[in-house]
């Protein structure tokens, strides 16, 4: 195809050139590169890592949100389903952070709009925290180095739900992991990934993987059936986003998850089954693709996707404020 | 007393040149300010900090040092009695461990000579991380990323409990506290404590606290009954001393704790009975001294507490490496 310069196209090209950019920049590859964190407001974001870190938002005293998503090991706690309160066992994977503004909406069956909204549920969640909201906000307020982090944040020292919340999410959303290698040839260094990994690349592509795993995440942005092919056997009883539809042809249906940082997030799948990587390549192929890839294949595509581990994000461990004689007491016992 | 100077008094002023230097630095006071931190091995620190977070130490997957000895509140987890593996209830408060280094030995009952060898308490304790020395140094040989870890540390990439136990102590060695206001006083800066804070110092001193609670650590350093003047009413089953020396006269004999950041590691003694430092003073004063502190008394003498504070140890979380397909997986529900 070729394009005659014309006056009427002008206008056009304007409107297409922030997409072309883009197309330039990653060569037209259904995966973006990782953009790095912006932080519209950093005292709100460091409010939100103290809470995000504040086991005092749960009943027990002992539970934080890094306790399931834990930024140590890539946003995720590397269990096939996560403790809450009282040792329960949770009923799903738990899903990293990392990244998880780029996610359509927020847990495995996309229940919640944005990463605000999803803050607050396993605050409340008896199976989880198995605090409440009010609870919370309670214990917050008695805190005097609380009050003076919301008033430097929010503009005055009024602690609400809403503000937790939002806090909480303005940190998530700095959890980005830019630079991996995988991003690195995308941007046009075309040593960065060696001939196994480029192979194992095309190979994802080729195969129909990417059909699902694209975007700046590889993945976050469409639910979609687990098991297309074959049944999946799932050992977790989530039926995915039926429970929020209510309609029946979402079942079994979630929210793709990520590949970004997959190397650090094992184990695989809503349920957790997959221990491990080729394992996961193995059961996605048969189930999603009616593809039995060959052990070649199965480690050409895991040395691809090890490429997309990104630079983790790196701060100063929040210290906390205390405590005051006012504050109610955890009780992990009750 | 005057004395005159005489060549056989020169032997004596070398010797005791030392502690003169200290008294005149802290101007005789019984308590020391904390020095900085000295690192003698940063990549055997830096393995310790990844081992004090990593939670693979524990047969859940989900307990590291960190829960429990948490580095954002003052280093402990601000419970009555710590949680352990399967949501079990310890028997006793975990102790801080900042500053712990200067104790005389580790936990209430001094049965760790040091912090290597209480390291490995926690990581076999059934009711704590319920996992064994076997099992965690197989975990850990399993991930690459702690084979080059050891080998920066040790000069070899062998990993043995004895090195485990080694970077957790050579790191727990680094977090100490200095810089609180109250060794800004005793360094010379008359004006870092108020008339009140002062005050209640000097009521330390003059009530008989100082007795127990001296040193760099205020405390850490002996062994007392808990109950001198009256009993002590123990929702602890712990008999402190005896289990370790078997002795009857040391029932009841526990560690002193360290009194540095006290207003961060409530609750407070061995079984965690109070809640807020009023609450403890309070106690001490009667069951300890035999003494009933005035409302305004044990106003003061909390002031000044709370000048104890020190600067934070302050570091990058740490990011762990990845298990390897390989690595054995937790098992919290077993």
């Known amino acids: ?14 409107l297409l050139a922030p997409l072309s950019a883009a197309n330039a920049a990653t060569g037209g590859e259904p995966i973006q590169p990782i953009a790095p964190a912006r932080v519209a407001s950093p005292a709100t974001a460091e409010l939100g890592k103290m809470l995000f870190f504040d086991p005092r938002l749960s009943k027990s005293g002992f539970i934080s949100c890094n306790s399931c998503h834990n930024l140590s090991m890539g946003g995720s706690d590397n269990l096939k389903s996560s403790i809450g309160h009282g040792w329960q066992k949770g009923p799903i994977n738990a ?17 919640a709009a944005d990463l605000k909204a999803q803050a607050g549920g396993p605050i409340a969640n008896p199976g989880e925290m198995a605090y409440s909201h009010e ?8 805190i005097p180095g609380y009050r003076g982090a919301f008033k430097k944040a929010f503009g005055s020292d009024e ?5 937790v919340t939002q806090a909480i999410a303005t940190f998530e959303e700095t959890l980005v992991t830019p630079d991996s290698r995988f991003d690195k040839w995308l941007k046009g260094d075309k040593k960065a990934l060696t001939a196994d990994e480029l192979a194992g ?19 976050g942005n469409s639910y979609q059936k687990m098991g297309v092919v074959e049944p999946y056997k799932a050992s977790s009883p989530a039926e995915g986003r039926v429970a929020v539809t209510g309609q029946d042809a979402d079942r079994f249906n979630f929210k793709v998850p990520t590949l970004r940082n997959v190397e650090l997030t094992y184990p695989y799948f809503h349920d957790g089954a997959a221990n491990t990587l080729p394992e996961a390549v193995d059961t996605m192929g048969r189930v999603q693709l009616g593809r039995k ?3 070649e294949e199965n480690a050409r595509i895991v040395a691809f996707l090890k490429t997309l581990t990104g630079k983790q994000p790196q701060f100063a461990m929040p210290i906390l404020p205390p405590s005051a004689d006012a504050t109610p007491r955890p009780k992990p016992f009750d």
Not at 135 to 142: D, P, S
């Open 135 to 142: 609870l919370a906000v309670n214990t917050l307020k008695t």
């Open 159 to 163: 602690v609400t739900i809403d503000r």
């Open 95 to 111: 899903p990293t952070v990392l990244n998880s503004r780029f996610n359509l909406a927020q847990f495995w069956d996309g229940r």
């Open 201 to 219: 690349y095309k190979l994802f592509k080729d195969s129909g993987c990417v059909a699902c795993h694209n975007g700046p995440a590889v993945g």
């Open 293 to 295: 890839f060959s052990a």
């Open 1 to 14: 195809m070729k394009f005659e310069f014309k006056p009427g196209l002008a206008l056009l090209a304007c």
